[in-house]
């Protein structure tokens, strides 16, 4: 079930013309992640694309693409749906600090460059982050989304409840009778 590391990129195979790979990560890529970090959960994923690596001196530029689909969770209604997933990205990667608790800050154009320490580009942690920076913060099944009802727990989308809208129990509910 789980698929082995093999987006391990040893430096010295990198040609003057530059290393492409190609990438195509299913559901024992998401699976085997998700048991890494229970936090992450793609459910039935698929992303495909390229990635092409080139050295510039000790810098290694690092370009991808990639797309598919992945199946989230509506954060209204709960419901899973399939979302379609593109991006595309640079990613500079330098010589590594020998103290890299002596990186202070970064600034923004530090939100495209990355680091590597010895002869061996972890290409799998790469895409790893691409994906999950690909994620949207509030994934919705449609714009559109009623939710659920927060008495009843009922799909809005699905069926029209029964429960009182006009009883709101809310601190500010008294507000709303004020006369000014």
């Known amino acids: 079930m789980t698929a082995k590391k093999t987006l391990q990129i040893n430096l010295k195979t990198i040609p003057e013309t530059g290393l492409a790979q190609a990438i195509d990560l299913g559901p024992e890529w998401f699976a085997r992640w998700h048991e890494e970090d229970p936090g992450l959960e793609f459910a039935d ?3 495909t694309g390229s990635v ?6 000790y810098d290694i530029l690092v370009r991808g693409n990639l797309s598919g689909r992945m199946e ?3 954060s209204r209604c709960l419901e899973p749906f399939a979302a379609p997933a593109a991006i595309e990205f640079d990613l500079l990667l ?3 600090p020998a103290n890299p608790a002596a990186v202070e800050e970064l600034s923004p154009d530090d939100l495209d460059l990355d680091y590597y320490t010895g002869e061996t580009i972890d290409l799998e942690s790469i895409i790893r982050e691409q994906i999950i ?9 449609e714009e559109t989304c ?5 008495h009843c727990g009922a799909n809005l989308n699905q069926e029209t409840c029964t429960c009182k809208t006009d009883a709101v129990d809310s601190p500010f509910a008294r507000l709303a009778k004020l006369k000014i």
């Not at 092409?52 to 001196?57: A, I, R």
């Not at 920076?133 to 099944?141: A, G, H, Q």
């Not at 009623?146 to 927060?150: E, I, N, R, S």
């Open 94 to 96: 330098v010589p590594g």
């Open 72 to 74: 989230l969770a509506c």
């Open 133 to 141: 920076l690909m994620l949207p913060f509030k994934p919705l099944c």
């Open 45 to 47: 994923a698929r992303i």
């Open 146 to 150: 009623k939710g659920l009802c927060p």
């Open 52 to 57: 092409h690596l080139s050295k510039h001196g």
